[in-house]
């Protein structure tokens, strides 16, 4: 996707390891969110950061962690991994001006907490 | 009961025909409808966005609100194998402005 990427794409990982994964985007758009994406629930958002330090807690923000210190990243850490994060990650951006109809989504990251 | 409603289907139609994806919702104050179509292991994308009642049209494509009945469309016309996806619904605003999505439908357009 044009001006998002995540990394990584795909990730096992054993449980009660951190994790990170990364958004990084070209657009410097100033609004930046994560989502986990799961059969039966669909999108549901995790953290969002309206700017550099600015960050808040979606719906479901329990055993996540973000950071946010330059516009272009934006890093999600799982403290210690369980299976019930075993999802697919999304990041997005938006411009202030767009951000209730114009979300751009990066790839995806396939987690895999085994 | 969730504030966005979305049959996850699967809906499988031949090629060619007209679909018709939907989605309810609950919150009056809704203004800003979405739809978004994601391929198999993609990112959702953005296909079209309305601003209260009516219609709008791109292409093959119409997205159609009806506020009073809580209830937005999209409809896809002379549909192809290449529409094959999940289109997902969104509306807002929301808490902090931000929008609420629906889980998605999955539609297979079959040769």
């Known amino acids: 996707d044009a001006g998002i990427t995540q990394s990584p794409r795909h990730k096992v990982t054993e449980t009660g390891t951190p994790v990170t994964l990364r958004c990084h985007q070209t657009e410097n758009h100033r609004y930046m969110y994560w989502y986990r994406q799961d059969p039966g629930h669909g999108l549901r958002l995790i953290h969002y950061?309206?700017?550099?330090?600015?960050?808040d807690k979606g719906e479901v923000s329990d055993g996540y962690s973000v950071s946010r210190s330059k516009t272009e990243d934006f890093l999600l850490t799982l403290e210690s991994a369980t299976s019930s994060q075993t999802s697919v990650y999304f990041c997005?951006?938006?411009?202030?001006?767009?951000?209730?109809?114009?979300?751009?989504f990066g790839s995806g990251t396939r987690l895999t907490v085994v | 009961q969730k504030e966005v409603e979305q049959d996850p289907g699967p809906l499988s139609v031949p090629e060619g025909a007209i679909v018709s994806l939907n989605c309810t919702y609950s919150n009056s104050a809704f203004q800003y409808f979405m739809w978004y179509r994601q391929y198999s292991r993609k990112g959702p994308e953005l296909l079209m966005y309305t601003y209260s009642s009516g219609n709008k049209e791109d292409g093959r494509f119409t997205a159609q609100v009806d506020k009073s009945s809580k209830y937005i469309s999209l409809f896809i016309r002379d549909s192809q194998p290449s529409d094959s996806a999940t289109y997902l619904c969104?509306?807002?605003?929301?808490?902090?402005?931000?929008?609420?999505f629906g889980r998605g439908t999955s539609l297979i357009v079959h040769p």
């Open positions: 969104a509306m807002g605003p929301g808490g902090s402005y931000i929008p609420t």
């Open positions: 997005a951006i938006s411009e202030p001006a767009r951000q209730l109809y114009g979300y751009t």
């Open positions: 950061s309206y700017g550099v330090k600015d960050t």
